[in-house]
């Protein structure tokens, strides 16, 4: 895909890079842990990137992402997303978990019920880690049974999706063990 811009912003939870199309955003990177390396995963999974300052809907986008992360109830589910090359399946995982507001979260198996049976929640959780665009598609408000935070496949891990959900001010059943 050669249309493809890109730049980088900062977050309460560090320096992210988001991608777009005409039709969209198609990829959110959260922080890594240098700004080299931010850039770097973008072009790597959209090599013909091409850097330049956002425009103005893209920058909206991002005044409102920045927002969101510094604390304030801000419903992203009216951004447009270009999700090309994301299987059917993942899109109708992300249009559900695009429905979780805020300091609210739903567990795998919620959505998966919502698909068609509880027997989806690994398939949903597979979504979840391959998700394009974190924040926007907010995989970190989808935790596992019981409330307990699950995976997340950012940079720090179960770290940052606390950290993202504390933000908002989401309840997370996590009590850490010998094998966090």
Known sequence: MSDVQFALFDTAIGRSGIAWSARGIIAIQ???????QTRSRLKQRYPS???VPPPDGVQAAIARMVALMDGQRIDLSDIALDLFDSPD???????????IMPGKTMTYGDIAKRLG?????????????QNPCPIIVPCHR?????????GFSANGGVDTKLKMLAIEGAYVNHTPSLFD
């Open 142 to 150: 989808v935790l596992a049974a019981g409330g307990k935070p699950g």
């Open 89 to 99: 399946f993942n899109r109708e995982v992300y249009a559900i978990a695009r429905e």
């Open 117 to 129: 049976g509880v027997d989806l929640s690994r398939q949903v959780g597979q979504a979840m880690g």
């Open 49 to 51: 990137l091409t850097e």
């Open 30 to 36: 959260l922080p890594l842990p240098s700004e080299a």
